[in-house]
């Protein structure tokens, strides 16, 4: 019976081996000399200027999220863009009907003023 679980074993094995494998070998294998700029807490050429607690606005994750709505939406234009022969007319008008629904929401973001930058 413990022989069925055995496959299991394996992929647990090698899912581990796979992920941990490369963090062990970076370890050993690479060179480690911290100087002054790498022990610094920003590398971007200027010290910080604020508390890291600082509050961010919310209109960036807006953006970010609008981002993904659009990313999203064009992941789904292609796969119905090959089907679209095989699919015919309700297909179009279901598309339709989505971007519509999309396009409504991006006008109602910007009378909304989320895409406004200060």
Known sequence: MLENYFPILLFIIVGLAVGV???LLGKLVSP???DEAK?????CGFEAFEDA?????VRYYLV???FILFDLE???L????VVLQEIGLAGFVAMMVFLGVLV???IYEWMKGALEWD
């Open 21 to 23: 494998g490369p963090l």
């Open 32 to 34: 480690n000399k911290p």
């Open 39 to 43: 022990n610094s807490p920003y590398e």
């Open 53 to 57: 607690r600082m509050k961010f606005d």
């Open 64 to 66: 970010a999220i609008l």
């Open 74 to 76: 064009i992941a789904f």
């Open 78 to 81: 292609f796969p119905w863009a």
């Open 104 to 106: 409504i929401g991006f």
